[in-house]
């Protein structure tokens, strides 16, 4: 194989036209490496400039059973494939993904770099399939991005500490469990589904929430949660965990089969303006909902409010076939209607302070 070597300057390489080039020498080039069309094949480990950036355009990068490190790694909105057949290292500083709608960006390849960080900032999907080791944050600005059963953001076993950002009208397809540091959604737009596979999620931080977070298994949240928009969670079978506080002027709608467990106060320094919760079983503390909001509770389970309930004009409703516990001197002042299972009371401002009543359904 011949050697491509830089001239009077920085040396870029293109690659551009249906065929396939594959590199196997000793390459010293240090300027940047575009794939527009067809494929670029590794025949040796380190087999490109490792200075430059590599810039995917339509075209594939097929890796093999060799690593390769850049400087940065861009995709564009023709979008393109990454792909290596063990699983093996590109190393970068940013991975910086602009494929457009209808253009997927396919990588089996490992992305790794300390510090790294990964950015979907095109309207298309990108999907994920290898065991990433990159360690700084992820932003997915627009588009898609699908983290299969197999694939990680960073870290190591898909546990990471850094920074999980969803922007408004982007998704992430989450087919795994996933620890993220802290999460940020940015509008009732913002996304994280579950196409396919068993999915859990686990923030070890703080959250802002938005827009709606569907999971197979368990959610946790360990850190302070503020509602940034309406957000609506739906964990399957899986229990529903705030470690910490809840607080903004926003609904939150919570549906799970299993259990709902509010650690801290809700709405104790930023009123919600709605509670909804369709749970197995349900633990809670205080909840303060702005004037005339409504707290709506259907537990098939045991259920137990502890703290007060508080809110001008707020209602209280009682659905499913459990039995709910309200042991808090509650000073909750609209009605209070239970149209299926029990609710107990422990306190005789149980009901709050509401003048217009309970109504019983049978």
């Given at each position: 194989?011949?050697?491509?070597?830089?001239?009077?300057?920085?040396?870029n390489l293109v690659k551009s036209g249906t065929g396939t080039w594959v590199l196997s020498g000793t390459n010293t080039y240090t300027g940047g490496t575009t794939i527009s069309a067809g494929t670029l094949a590794l025949g040796r480990n380190s087999a490109l400039s490792s200075t430059g950036s590599l810039t995917i355009n339509g075209g594939i990068f097929a890796m093999g059973a060799y690593s390769q490190t850049f400087g940065t790694v861009a995709v564009l909105a023709s979008g393109g494939s990454i792909l290596s057949a063990s699983s093996v290292d590109i190393t970068s500083s940013n991975y910086i993904f602009n494929n457009a709608s209808g253009n997927a960006l396919t990588i089996s390849a490992v992305l790794a770099g300390a510090g790294a960080t990964l950015?979907?900032?095109?309207?298309?999907?990108?999907?994920?399939?290898?065991?990433?080791?990159?360690?700084?944050?992820?932003?997915?600005?627009?588009?898609?991005?699908?983290?299969?059963?197999?694939?990680?953001?960073?870290?190591?076993?898909?546990?990471?500490?850094?920074?999980?950002?969803?922007?408004?009208?982007?998704?992430?397809?989450?087919?795994?469990?996933?620890?993220?540091?802290?999460?940020?959604?940015?509008?009732?737009?913002?996304?994280?589904?579950?196409?396919?596979?068993?999915?859990?999620?686990?923030?070890?931080?703080?959250?802002?929430?938005?827009?709606?977070?569907?999971?197979?298994?368990?959610?946790?949240?360990?850190?302070?949660?503020?509602?940034?928009?309406?957000?609506?969670?739906?964990?399957?079978?899986?229990?529903?965990?705030?470690?910490?506080?809840?607080?903004?002027?926003?609904?939150?709608?919570?549906?799970?089969?299993?259990?709902?467990?509010?650690?801290?106060?809700?709405?104790?320094?930023?009123?919600?303006?709605?509670?909804?919760?369709?749970?197995?079983?349900?633990?809670?503390?205080?909840?303060?909902?702005?004037?005339?909001?409504?707290?709506?509770?259907?537990?098939?389970?045991?259920?137990?409010?502890?703290?007060?309930?508080?809110?001008?004009?707020?209602?209280?409703?009682?659905?499913?076939?459990?039995?709910?516990?309200?042991?808090?001197?509650?000073?909750?002042?609209?009605?209070?209607?239970?149209?299926?299972?029990?609710?107990?009371?422990?306190?005789?401002?149980?009901?709050?302070?509401?003048?217009?009543?309970?109504?019983?359904?049978?």
């Open positions: 194989a011949g050697v491509l070597a830089d001239n009077t300057g920085a040396t950015t979907q900032a095109g309207t298309g999907t990108t999907t994920l399939s290898a065991a990433n080791t990159y360690t700084g944050a992820t932003t997915i600005s627009a588009g898609t991005l699908v983290v299969t059963s197999a694939a990680t953001l960073g870290g190591s076993a898909g546990v990471t500490t850094a920074a999980l950002t969803i922007g408004s009208g982007a998704t992430l397809d989450l087919q795994r469990a996933l620890t993220v540091g802290s999460l940020s959604m940015g509008s009732a737009t913002s996304a994280i589904t579950n196409s396919t596979g068993a999915s859990s999620l686990t923030v070890t931080g703080t959250s802002t929430l938005a827009g709606s977070i569907i999971t197979s298994g368990t959610q946790t949240y360990t850190g302070a949660v503020t509602l940034g928009a309406n957000t609506i969670v739906n964990a399957g079978s899986g229990n529903v965990v705030f470690g910490s506080t809840v607080n903004g002027a926003n609904t939150l709608s919570i549906t799970t089969a299993g259990s709902t467990t509010f650690t801290g106060a809700i709405g104790g320094t930023a009123a919600l303006t709605g509670l909804t919760l369709s749970t197995g079983t349900l633990s809670a503390t205080v909840i303060t909902l702005a004037s005339s909001s409504a707290l709506s509770i259907a537990n098939s389970g045991t259920g137990t409010i502890s703290g007060v309930i508080a809110g001008t004009n707020v209602t209280l409703s009682k659905a499913s076939t459990g039995t709910l516990t309200l042991s808090g001197t509650n000073t909750y002042t609209g009605a209070t209607t239970i149209s299926a299972g029990t609710l107990a009371i422990t306190n005789a401002a149980g009901l709050g302070t509401t003048a217009v009543g309970t109504t019983v359904n049978s």
